[in-house]
Nanobody
Framework: QVQFVESGGGLVQAGGSLELSCVAS????????IGWYRQAPGQQREEVAV???????WYADSVKDRFYILRDNAKSSALLQMTSLKPEDTAVYYC??????????WGKGTQVTVST
């Protein structure tokens, strides 16, 4: 059974930083592109960062130059380093396989709240 477990969220002031962690189990992590997604209240879930198996990265325009995605295949983990946070970054953050997330892989996510 594949499982993604996210952690590291919290409450932070605008301009602050947070680092999210995602640990996967039950799948060959190193061969998958991994994505970080977020869902704000009343909005659809959106993909904000991707790291391919070769380390190549992609970011949504809304987070480019502020968020950074990393992976550690030995630990089956992916990090999302978030800097210069804005109130509009407030959302529940999830990880999953990139571009075509698998519905049964969604975890509980981790809440990020950015205050003004």
């Amino acid at each position: 059974q594949v499982q993604f477990v996210e952690s590291g969220g919290g409450l932070v002031q605008a301009g602050g930083s947070l680092e999210l962690s995602c640990v996967a189990s039950g799948l060959p992590f190193s061969i998958h592109a991994i994505g970080w997604y977020r869902q704000a209240p009343g909005q659809q879930r959106e993909e904000v960062a991707v790291i391919k198996r070769d380390g190549e990265v992609w970011y949504a325009d809304s987070v480019k130059d502020r968020f950074y995605i990393l992976r550690d295949n030995a630990k089956s983990s992916a990090l999302l380093q978030m800097t210069s946070l804005k109130p509009e970054d407030t959302a529940v953050y999830y990880c999953n396989t990139a571009w075509t997330p698998i519905n049964t892989f969604w975890g509980k996510g981790t809440q990020v709240t950015v205050s003004t």
